[in-house]
């Protein structure tokens, strides 16, 4: 075999056919994942995806906030429980796909080696330059040190509360001055002041060995290179003189007991005393010698000089485009890769990276290298890169965006496709009804989207994101004045035209490394044409120089070297613009406008409202061509609110006038339960309509213990309270409004209250069952729809059934695996039995338990199973749909030559006018039918029936009463004799 044919082979054997998601963490380990394995196979999973897998923050419930990356996280087990895991999985013919989170390290704690190294020799550190810090401030107080924002009030006032102390590890020889959890590493220069101080507590009497065993070694201390130095040999000798230094003095305390009570009175002396503010001016002198400076936790939005995950000051991001940041942080999962214990790897938040593409290029490189495969072909004209591992992106893709041709990547992470199919099960003709219906309500809280997402752009600018937004102006106007035809625009002008491009951006980010391409261009022309028209300010042209800045192109006769500057600008706007959006529109603007939630998930757009079938066709068709190993998901650890509950919530799109009359009396029966608060009526409406469109879409069926009632009512209150704080109109994270938020949760605990009395939940109930009945209608066609797309469908853990989770932590909760079990069982009873009919009638009667749902998930991934190889080469077809109810069809097919996949399910059930508690089948669908390229005999996975297509001499026509005579989705297969072309 050559080794082309090798690396396709195996780049072929690992794509997955269908992949499930855990969320790992200190309640569900290595071991629990295992137990789950066999059920998995099972129902037809080939691979488990499970987060982040190496060493995070203890505690941590996501493993995003990786400390080590050299280890794998012990909360989760030991690497004996990861090899029974791979081996467990390999013994089901299974394999396993990993989260890994090159972008950022969780810092300012205990726990990451590398960060605490930096603490403690600055820029000189053998980590300086992994993390994105600016060591260059034009702030004296930052030159040199990097910004910890730990402190819960003013660096004095915490300071002589006595709550920073010089501490002394004696087993180490180290000094750290301790914040609560907090542990700052001291410089180990300064070790030679404070090791000489420690010696002057000696008395005459005790011995002069001791005392000059100090005093030596705070010579041999204060002989360090500064902390600030550039010279490489310097900077080397230092950390490896600090470390001989350190391990001498934790001996001679060993050697000499007599040491460590010097250096505990000289802690007590300079540790000082609360009430005495002269005290404490030794320790203070101390800490101000530091690599870091101590501050306020609210100052960090302004002065942060280092580069964060959004604007979490404990996430620090890592400069990834370094071959030794990669090297390092990639040495155990590549070896996870070489030994064949992971096939692939999901890829958190490349946006944040400098150059992703050519991070993808090396790990697909890197990849081939550790397995002895050809050295990987990159992107060229019409042709993809060569990937020998699986590796898909966790990005948000807009409709006018493409997916980066040079990317090494079989695609992302499905939130397109989420929001894809979402489109499709809801009725875009209701947009402007349920628009008005909202804004009645709300009155003058309703704002439209894209001027909403605007505002929460720049609230973020003007927030937690200010002081990048500084920086960036700061080096903006020292590119205007290397060139006297752009000299005098002035600061302020510039950062108010680069605020304006940054809200204007319709995308998160370019990826402009040396050159735009033609995409990036498209989208910096776009935000510059529409920051230019929404502008008020006096002098445009400050637009036409950042046109110019952020495509490289100096005016003619600049000065040698200023494009390259322009383009390092640019390069590094890139990383900017995507936490603007991502706070801006995700994390604020989709907790405001509340017409109808369900559209407002991970890279959704509310004005997106609705897709038709056919552009659904044009969309999968695409994608089929370009990305067809893309993952498919429909609900992620990320949702605000999964598959399910937005389902349901569609239905409102389908009874706009009942919802409109529902909300209405709803709210007039709870207006007494509000409560006044700053002068004005709360909660406020547009979080009232909020909450009834959460109850509505995760109001569990069926009655409810009181113990049932207050823990749901808890979780709505867990998630009104987080779209409140990230809406930050009235309360936020940043600056709660403890008042508001005890009307909210009051009012949320009232309305859900276990009495005879409560009229509205006894009212909403009643009205939720019909909400419910369709939503569950809804969810078997995006079941069976997703699980035989082109691509790799994934299932988020649980939802293979129904499930009716909110925004995180709540979509976490403990899975029921022995209820799935039970389903499994069930499911193969069903289908061992000759005549299907009577068991899918009983599943659909109680469609709501999850059990109709589970059935299509599972029948599904049999046949996608059985026609595996078909599928891998298979062409996507739309069929068309004829006859008095065709809007309500999606129909489409998969299929080579001769073999057909084809698949049917139903859309806007309650646009049928079925009612609530019967199936859309049968009789009711009349003359509908789908036009087939000829006659076929037709098998259907889902329910077991065979069809025979009555023909002419060209084509076939598949009767949706005979094919959905028993279930509202089917799933055929069949063959045929070769026909000629198709679209």
């Keep these: 075999m050559s080794n082309g044919s090798r690396a396709a082979q195996l780049q072929q054997a690992k794509v997955p056919l269908a992949t499930y998601r855990v969320q790992l963490h200190s309640q569900f380990h290595f071991t629990d994942a295992m137990d789950i394995v066999p059920y998995l196979a099972g129902l037809g999973i080939t691979h488990l995806y499970i987060s982040p897998p190496l060493r995070a923050r203890a505690g941590s419930q996501h493993g995003y906030d990786v400390v080590d990356h050299g280890t794998l996280n012990p909360e989760l087990g030991t690497r004996e429980d990861f090899d029974r895991l791979v081996a467990c999985l390999h013994a089901h013919q299974m394999g396993l796909l990993i989260d890994i989170v090159p972008n950022h390290m969780g810092v300012l704690s205990d726990d990451n080696a590398w960060w605490l190294d930096i603490l403690e020799n600055g820029a000189a550190s053998a980590y300086a330059g992994f993390f994105d810090i600016d060591w260059r401030s034009a702030d004296p107080a930052l030159t040199g040190k990097v910004l910890l924002p730990i402190l819960g009030d003013q660096y004095g006032i915490v300071l002589e509360r006595g709550e920073l102390q010089l501490g002394f590890d004696a087993a180490h020889g180290s000094f750290s001055v301790h914040y609560y959890a907090h542990r700052l590493p001291i410089d180990p220069l300064c070790y030679g002041a404070l090791l000489r101080e420690a010696a002057r507590q000696f008395n005459t009497f005790s011995g002069d060995a001791a005392q000059d065993v100090l005093m030596r070694l705070a010579t041999q201390f204060e002989q360090l290179p500064h902390h600030t130095t550039a010279d490489s040999s310097e900077r080397l000798r230092r950390q490896t003189d600090k470390t001989h230094l350190k391990a001498a003095l934790a001996t001679a305390l060993r050697e000499q007991p007599a040491l460590a009570g010097a250096i505990d009175r000289m802690l007590g002396q300079i540790n000082g005393t609360p009430g005495e503010r002269k005290s404490f001016d ?33 996430l620090a991001a890592l400069r990834m485009e370094r071959d030794e940041v990669f090297e390092a942080t990639h040495k155990l999962v590549l070896d996870l890769l070489a030994c064949g214990a992971v096939d692939g790897l999901r890829v958190d938040h490349p946006d944040g990276m400098a150059d992703p593409a050519g991070y993808f290029a090396r790990l697909q490189q890197r990849y081939a290298e550790v397995c002895g495969l050809p050295a990987p072909a990159p992107a060229s004209a019409g042709r993809p890169p060569d990937m020998p591992l699986y590796v898909v992106a966790e990005k948000i893709v807009a409709l006018s965006e493409e997916v980066p041709a040079e990317w090494a990547v079989h695609g992302t992470t ?36 894209e001027t909403l997402a605007r505002q929460c752009k720049h609230v973020v600018m003007d927030s937690s994101l200010a002081g990048e937004l500084t920086l960036l102006s700061v ?82 006769g600049a000065s040698p070297g200023l494009g390259e500057r322009y383009r390092a600008f640019a390069r590094r706007l890139q990383q900017y613009t995507a936490p603007v959006t991502a706070k801006g529109v995700e994390d604020t603007a989709l907790y405001r406008h509340h017409r109808l939630v369900s559209v407002n998930d991970v890279g959704g757009d509310p004005d997106v409202f609705g897709i038709s079938v056919a552009n659904f066709h044009a969309v999968v068709l695409d994608r089929s061509l370009k990305l067809p190993h893309t993952m498919l998901a429909t609900s992620t650890h990320d949702a605000k609110r999964v598959e399910d509950v937005r389902m349901r919530i569609n239905v409102i799109s389908e009874m706009p006038a009942a919802w409109r009359l529902g909300v209405r009396r709803w709210s007039r029966m709870n207006r007494s339960h509000k409560r006044i608060v700053n002068g004005q009526r709360a909660p406020t409406r547009n979080d009232e309509y909020l909450l009834y469109q959460l109850i509505v879409g995760s109001l569990p069926a069926g009655e409810l213990s009181d113990d049932e009632l207050l823990a749901y009512a808890r979780r709505i209150e867990q998630a009104m309270l987080k779209s409140a704080r990230e809406s930050k109109i009235i309360t936020s994270w940043m600056s709660p409004n403890p008042l508001y938020e005890a009307a909210l949760t009051s009012f949320v605990h009232i309305l859900l209250q276990a009495r005879d009395s409560n009229l509205f939940l006894s009212d909403i109930r009643r009205s939720t069952s019909v909400f419910a009945w369709h939503g569950a209608m809804n969810s078997l066609s995006l079941a069976v729809v997703k699980t035989l797309s082109p691509g790799v469908p994934d299932f988020y853990q649980g939802h293979e059934a129904m499930e009716f989770s909110l925004v995180d932590p709540d979509n976490r909760r403990p899975v029921d695996y022995d209820l799935r079990r039970g389903m499994l069982a069930e499911a193969q009873t069903i289908a061992a039995l000759p005549d299907q009919s009577a068991a899918l009638q009983a599943l659909l009667r109680e469609a709501q338990d999850g059990r109709a749902k589970f059935w299509t998930v599972w029948r599904s991934l049999q046949l996608r199973r059985e026609h595996a190889d078909m599928l891998r080469h298979s062409r996507y077809v739309a069929l068309e749909v004829r006859g008095q109810y065709a809007r309500n069809v999606i129909a489409f097919a998969r299929h080579t030559d001769t073999q057909w996949l084809i698949v049917v399910a139903t859309r806007l059930s309650a646009s049928l006018g079925v009612p609530a508690g019967e199936a859309p089948v049968g009789s009711i669908w009349g003359d509908t039918h789908i036009i087939l390229p000829a006659a076929m005999q037709l098998v259907d996975t889902i329910s077991g029936q065979r069809h025979a297509c009555a023909s002419d001499s060209t084509a076939g026509n598949l009767l949706l009463a005979e094919v959905l005579r028993h279930f509202p989705v089917a799933a055929l297969s069949g063959s045929i004799e070769p026909f000629g072309t198709d679209t």
Excluded at 482 to 494: A, H, I, K, Q, V
Excluded at 539 to 544: E, G, K, V
């Design 414 to 449: 499905g939130y397109r496709f989420a929001n894809l199919i979402n489109g499709l099960l809801l009725d875009g003709d209701a947009k402007n009804r349920l628009d008005r219906a909202w804004r009645a309500f709300v009155r003058d809280e309703a704002e439209d989207f």
């Design 282 to 314: 030794r320790l203070s002198n101390l800490i101000d010698a530091q690599a870091y400076r101590l501050a306020y936790w609210r100052i960090a939005s302004d002065e942060i000089n280092y580069r964060r995950f959004f604007d979490v000051n404990e």
């Design 475 to 556: 080096n903006l106007l020292r590119l205007a004045r290397e060139d006297r035809r752009t000299r005098d625009f002035t600061f302020n002008s510039l950062r108010q035209a680069l605020s304006e491009v940054v809200a204007s951006f319709p995308v998160y980010r370019t990826y402009i490394v040396d050159t735009p391409s033609r995409q990036d261009r498209k989208f910096i022309n776009w935000a510059i044409g529409s920051a230019r028209r929404r502008s008020v300010a006096g002098d445009a042209s400050a637009f036409d120089f950042l046109h110019r800045v952020l495509l490289g192109a100096p005016p003619a």
